[in-house]
């Protein structure tokens, strides 16, 4: 049975580091990796998609990396701003008939101005 | 904006009643997922539909039922609501592996 984890599960920084988000599954038969921030209250928003076959993907100042063998991704943030205060949430897709997502409890992070 | 809408915003509900919320989802989108989170978790996976016939589900018992429409609409229905059912349900729609979800609909139940 397909585990996601992530740690920490909370994080505060002040404006301007960087840092990274962790996410491990024990499962390497996956299809896909998603990264999502969540809003309190709100729905997800895809930030990241990375296919079984890709090693990373970057968007802007984001920049996720994904090493199936280790059952590991990163989700690495560069030059924080108080608007990326949020939860974010890793997903694997197993790949089965459903591609049903399988979450991570998520990482609340937090930014000091 | 993902093109994913939800309704209602917020729901309150007392136990042993019935809720239906509604999804609709982008034009040729033609899976729609949904998922439960309660306060603090992951969202869990409900069941997913492909082309109106439901195509998996997970560990929810039957009182958690769905419709997919063919004007990309869908419903999940939960009878016999109980405390634990108070989450954020979440519908998810797919194109190419990608999910993109809706707002969410807040549910309490007392």
């Known amino acids: 049975k397909q585990e996601v984890t992530q740690i920490p599960a909370a994080l505060s920084v002040p404006e301007g580091e960087n840092l990274v988000l962790n996410c491990s599954f024990t499962?390497?038969?996956?299809?896909?990796l998603q990264w999502f921030r969540q809003d309190p209250g709100k729905g997800l928003t895809s930030l990241l998609l990375?296919?079984?076959?890709?090693r990373e993907q970057t968007s802007g100042r984001l920049n996720a990396s994904l090493d199936k063998s280790s059952g590991r991704s990163t989700l690495y943030i560069a030059a924080s701003q108080p608007g990326d205060s949020a939860t974010y949430l890793c997903?694997?897709?197993?790949?089965?008939?459903?591609?049903?997502?399988?979450f991570g409890t998520g990482t609340l992070l937090a930014v000091q101005p | 904006e993902t093109g994913v809408t939800q309704s209602p915003t917020h729901l309150i509900k007392t136990r042993g009643q019935q809720v239906t919320l509604r999804c609709s989802s982008q034009?040729?989108?033609?899976?729609v997922s949904w998922y439960q989170q309660a306060l603090g978790q992951g969202p869990q996976f409900i069941f997913q539909y492909y082309r109106e016939e439901e195509n998996g589900r997970g560990n929810f018992p039957p009182r958690f039922s769905g419709l997919q429409f063919p004007n990309y609409s869908s419903e999940l229905n939960v009878n016999a609501l109980e405390l634990d059912d108070s989450a954020l349900y979440l519908c998810?729609?797919?194109?190419?592996?990608?999910?993109?979800f809706g707002p969410g609909t807040r549910l309490t139940v007392t």
């Open positions: 998810a729609s797919s194109l190419e592996g990608r999910a993109y």
């Open positions: 499962d390497s038969a996956i299809y896909n």
């Open positions: 990375i296919q079984s076959s890709q």
């Open positions: 997903a694997v897709d197993d790949g089965g008939a459903t591609n049903k997502l399988i």
């Open positions: 034009s040729g989108h033609n899976t």
